[in-house]
């Protein structure tokens, strides 16, 4: 079955790259700004330098011995959803956006904890987004409990797994109480994945370390997303880029495997580039891809299950720049078997998100996702000609045209493929119009999936009790 593949680097190339930040982490060691975590490395034998912890190269390849093949991710009802490793992939939305652009705005405005059951349950009904993600910021919040809280509306509209993270120290531990209210022990049937930033160049800072050793002592999956920006806080080259990120990403998973051999590990990124003319970030470049392209190969080197931000756009509005740079970004993810590619909805370099984008890169992410299933040769279908020409009848008729024509072909749900005299009658909607009217009728018909009663109960309980402790009452 012909299938289109993209690959960038040979094998000595990966080989090269990982011994330099094998290098790097042995000459110049990694900043933790944590007692507790210092403690743990040193406890392992692993020497503190000037404020600096050096990572020998037999620990880190212990590390990637011990680091799980494959990850098993759960729905909300207990039951196996996906496995990310080898050739899955598996679109989410991009996480943690700080603005939501409304239909017809030019302006995002400050999310609502209402926005994100809104979004959520567009998720659920999306089915080339596979995955759900705490991907908006509530305002209406206080900012102590955006982290925790914004894991709710997810866990009470929606079954699918999802990919969050926390932005305090003790977030994480509340939110892991929530998944146990919902699924029982997070880590023995994962519902949720959680992200872990280092800051670069080479550094974990407080709040990140004790997230990703607390996930790593519950058995968490977690996904170590490196951020070098090129030019500003990694080296502007893509080879010098990409190394400090192997550095980085190895260092995480060094630690997580000392603090529990057998840690869960997504091995991610979301490199960008800072544009020299402007003082932009910029997240959806040619440049970025081929960083994060080059990682994931350097994963896969070691079999480890891999994610990106790919399918997003740097663009304010949704525009021909963001289809560009969404539908690049989607197709290389799946021709290059990303496991985990976040980003759909998302504009203005992971900062806002948007429902009619969301529902138009579900579209692309399903033209990505064809286009990388490849073909079958079909040589029987020389009967089929044959019989078509001899007889003088018509391949629209035929039942091998019945029986194929829904699984080989792909049909989008918001793209214009009417016939024109269709688009006349409809009033010559815009593809911005009919992924507004997409949304519409799926915030109208689609039903939210609710816990069992008892479950949802107790959740709100807590919920209520983790806003308490903070003087908040949380509307639920």
Known sequence: MPRPTLSLLSRDEREILHEKALILLENIGVAIDDQRTLDILKSAGLSYEKGRVKFPRDVVEWALRK????????????????????????????????????????DPRE??????FKFSLVVEYLENIHLQSTALIPYDVPIE??????????????????????????????????LEVVIGDPGKKPLAVFDVCPSPPLKWSRITI?????????GIPIEIIPMPQLGATAPATIGGALIQHH??????????????????????????????????????????????????????HFSLPTHTYMCLSDTRLIDFQAGVESSIGALVATLRKINVVSGPGMIETESVQSLEKLVLDNDVCGYALRYSRGFNLDLESMDVIEHVVNKGKTFLSHRHTLRTFRFEHYFPKVFNRYLKSTWYTRGKPSI???????????????????????????????VKNIGRKYGYEVEL
Not at 111 to 116: A, I, R, S, V, W
Not at 437 to 447: D, P
């Open 432 to 462: 911005l119009e009919i992924a507004h009217e997409q949304v519409m009728e799926l915030l109208k018909k689609a039903e939210p999936i609710y816990l069992d009663p008892d479950v949802e109960r107790s959740l709100s309980k807590l």
């Open 210 to 218: 004790s997230n990703l050793v607390d996930c790593a002592k519950r």
């Open 247 to 300: 550095a980085e990403a190895l260092s995480g998973i060094t630690i997580a495997q000392l603090v529990n051999p057998g840690s869960p590990i997504i091995y991610g990124g979301s490199p960008c580039i800072l544009d020299m003319r402007y003082g932009s970030l910029l997240i959806t470049t040619p440049e970025t891809l081929l960083v994060a392209t080059a990682y994931v190969e350097l994963a896969k």
């Open 111 to 116: 999310p609502l904890l209402e926005d994100l």
């Open 145 to 178: 409990l955006r982290d925790r809280i914004r894991l709710y509306p997810i866990l009470k509209v929606s079954r699918k797994p999802i990919i969050t993270g926390a932005f305090t120290i003790d977030g994480v531990i509340d939110m892991l109480k929530m």
């Open 67 to 106: 680091t799980p093949k494959e990850v098993t991710l759960y729905s909300r009802d207990g039951k196996p959803y996906a496995t990310l490793s080898g050739d899955t992939v598996l679109f989410n939305p991009g996480s943690a956006a700080s603005g939501i652009l409304d239909y017809k705005s030019t």
